[in-house]
Each structure stands twice: as structure tokens, then as C-alpha cells.
T-cell receptor
Framework: NAGVTQTPKFQVLKTGQSMTLQCAQD?????MYWYRQDPGMGLRLIYY???????DKGEVPNGYNVSRLNKREFSLRLESAAPSQTSVYFC????????FGPGTRLTVL | RKEVEQDPGPFNVPEGATVAFNCTYS??????FFWYRQDCRKEPKLLMS???SGNEDGRFTAQLNRASQYISLLIRDSKLSDSATYLC?????????FGAGTILRVKS
């Protein structure tokens, strides 16, 4: 099993550009999550999906949208990237414990 | 006040030392508690759950004090490979809340 996979691993955007971060899990988990991690602040929840077809805002949802495409896939979209969105983004899925993908390092210039 | 607070460290210890990390949480309705480990530029990985009665996994011991809203992690006989950031994590509602992490550096 691959666990949780994320693409891309690295991305550089200019202010105002859009992009979608992809996440997939093969553990048959119902719940999936998107976090961002910034120095000194720990992981902060952006959005989560408790089950296929549902999504809810987390602590820092502004500037992001999500799609739970099916049970396996949960994508995060930045419609108009801003420098404040420079961060490391982690996707996770939850069964007995929460499992994380390897992360996407995003820089917005 | 942050929901989950940890001493950021770094804790610099020699190999073989015993080191303890503490964490406090603000929401008394918190349901479950965990320690995660995160290596530099990697994803967090579950180290162990924390139970009210305390629990041990090899060299690692976790304790929970619900009355004081306090969680601890004790590492005995530290190894170089224990160097990482340790994240205190609390579950309530249907989501996890992460502390900012405590950095441990084990030196030979």
C-alpha cells in the first residue's frame, strides 16, 4: 500500500496564479484532511472531509477550496495565490490514527 | 492562549540520557491524546497514543493528567536516531489539534 500520496512535491507560483494540490489514500479511510505547517506554528487545519461528499472548514480556510472527488481523493485548490500561502501543505487520512502524506512545499512569489 | 502548548526547546541531550517533554491543552472536552514525531522536512508520524493510565512503548512512556490538562512524554536511553521534533496532539470534535512541537537533539 502507498498510504497517502501527494502531488506535486514542490511548486513555485507567482502571486495571483492558481493551482490544485492532489491527495489520494489507499487505506479506505472515510476522513481526510488538509493542513498547512509554518515555522513556530505547528500544523493548522485548512479543511477536512468526514466522508465522501462532505467538506468542512478548519481553522484557516480563507483563500482555499477543496473537493472530495471520491473516497480516495481530496484536492486543495488555491484560486489566487498570495505570498501568505507560502507553506508546507500536508494531506492526511484517518482511521486508527492519522496518516500523513509526504507534503507539498509551496512558495508564492 | 494556544489550544495546545509545548516548550519549543531545543532540548540538547547526550546519548543515553533520559529526557521529558510536557504539553498542556486548554479544552477540557478533549477526547484523545497522541504524540507524533516529525523528522526534518518530513511528514509527522504517529509515535504513540496517550492513555489515562499511562502507557509505555519500549523506551517511550506517555502520561496523561486530565485534571491538570497535561500530557508528558519520557524518553529513556536516548539514541541519536531520536533526534526529531515531537508534536503533542489532541483530538476533539472530529479533528486533531497540534502543538507547535518540541525539538530534541541527541548528541554523541
Amino acid at each position: 500500500n502507498a498510504g497517502v500520496t501527494q502531488t506535486p512535491k514542490f511548486q513555485v507560483l507567482k502571486t495571483g496564479q492558481s493551482m490544485t494540490l492532489q491527495c489520494a489514500q489507499d487505506m479506505n479511510h472515510n476522513s481526510m484532511y488538509w493542513y498547512r505547517q509554518d515555522p513556530g506554528m505547528g500544523l493548522r487545519l485548512i479543511y477536512y472531509s468526514a466522508s465522501e461528499g462532505t467538506t468542512d472548514k478548519g481553522e484557516v480556510p480563507n483563500g482555499y477550496n477543496v473537493s472530495r472527488l471520491n473516497k480516495r481523493e481530496f484536492s486543495l485548490r488555491l484560486e489566487s495565490a498570495a505570498p501568505s500561502q507560502t507553506s508546507v501543505y500536508f494531506c492526511a487520512s484517518s482511521g486508527l490514527g492519522q496518516f500523513f502524506g509526504p507534503g507539498t512545499r509551496l512558495t508564492v512569489l | 492562549r494556544k489550544e495546545v502548548e509545548q516548550d519549543p526547546g531545543p532540548f540538547n541531550v547526550p546519548e543515553g540520557a533520559t529526557v521529558a517533554f510536557n504539553c498542556t491543552y486548554s479544552n477540557s472536552a478533549s477526547q484523545s491524546f497522541f504524540w507524533y514525531r516529525q523528522d526534518c522536512r518530513k511528514e509527522p508520524k504517529l509515535l504513540m497514543s496517550v492513555y489515562s493510565s499511562g502507557n509505555e512503548d519500549g523506551r517511550f512512556t506517555a502520561q496523561l493528567n486530565r485534571a491538570s490538562q497535561y500530557i508528558s512524554l519520557l524518553i529513556r536511553d536516548s539514541k541519536l536516531s531520536d533526534s526529531a521534533t515531537y508534536l503533542c496532539v489532541v483530538w476533539y470534535g472530529n479533528k486533531l489539534v497540534f502543538g507547535a512541537g518540541t525539538i530534541l537533539r541527541v548528541k554523541s
